[in-house]
């Protein structure tokens, strides 16, 4: 089993809608999550970052981490053609854990005109 | 902008032939990452640079090799590119924890743009 799990997709939605995207994480270290944007043939670019248990908002983004089922979200409203990417979600530990963050296999989405 | 520059975006190299990636940064961050990212997979850590210490993953082949000259530059060497390390070549920088000061999050990894290596 991998430490962090995403569905792949891809995941087709029009331009205007919420766009869902979710992660399920097995290790119970993990403290710091974070959701990274990328397109195709470029470099991740970190969307959202988020400690422990909550909501965060950014603008359209919404991040929401639940610990006690170890599931993480991202949320896109008034979604735009211009959002289509693969969304990864990452997870670390604490300072003890060290630098290393755990990927998701992202999921690739596709806003439609 | 201060940001994580990666040269070249593509590069095509043979067989057998070694070929080094190149990633600098202006953040002035003290530990630097080296992922591989083949198609529609998760970037996977091969190694990284704490200041000066070297920390290989256990599963990263032989053939993969780092160099650090100072804090804004690192290389990735691969001695004898096979055809399955065509992939993407990722850099990333962080600033440590105990660096990152009061309220700053804490060692966020920062990505370049990446190296598209192909193989032939």
């Known amino acids: 089993q991998k430490e962090v799990e995403q569905d792949p997709g891809p995941l087709s939605v029009p331009e205007g809608a919420i766009v869902s995207l979710n992660c399920t994480y097995s290790?119970?270290?993990?403290?710091?999550f974070m959701w990274y944007r990328q397109y195709s043939r470029k470099g991740p670019e970190l969307l959202m970052y988020?400690?422990?248990?909550g909501n965060k908002e950014d603008g359209r983004f919404t991040a929401q981490v639940d610990k006690s089922s170890k599931y993480i979200s991202l949320f896109i409203r008034d979604s735009q053609p211009s959002d289509s990417a693969t969304y990864l979600c990452?997870?670390?530990?604490?300072?003890?854990?060290?630098?290393?963050?755990?990927f998701g296999g992202g999921t690739r989405v596709l806003v439609k005109p | 902008d201060a940001m994580v520059i990666q040269n070249p975006r593509y590069q095509v190299t043979q067989f057998g032939k070694p070929v080094t990636l190149s990633c600098s940064q202006t953040?002035?961050?003290?530990?630097m990452y080296w992922y591989q990212q083949k198609s529609s997979q998760a970037p996977k850590l091969l190694f990284h640079?704490?200041?000066?210490?070297?920390?290989n993953e256990a599963d990263t082949p032989d053939n993969f090799q780092s160099r650090r000259p100072n804090t804004s530059f690192c290389f990735l060497d691969i001695r004898s590119p096979g055809l399955g390390d065509a992939a993407m070549y990722l850099c990333?920088?962080?600033?440590?924890?105990?660096?990152?000061?009061?309220?700053?999050?804490?060692?966020?990894?920062?990505f370049g743009a990446g190296t598209r290596l192909s193989v032939l």
């Open positions: 990333a920088t962080s600033r440590d924890w105990g660096l990152a000061g009061a309220g700053v999050a804490k060692n966020i990894q920062y």
């Open positions: 290790n119970s270290a993990f403290q710091y």
């Open positions: 988020t400690y422990s248990s």
């Open positions: 990452a997870a670390r530990g604490g300072r003890a854990a060290g630098n290393k963050l755990t």
């Open positions: 953040l002035n961050h003290n530990v």
């Open positions: 640079y704490y200041d000066k210490d070297f920390n």
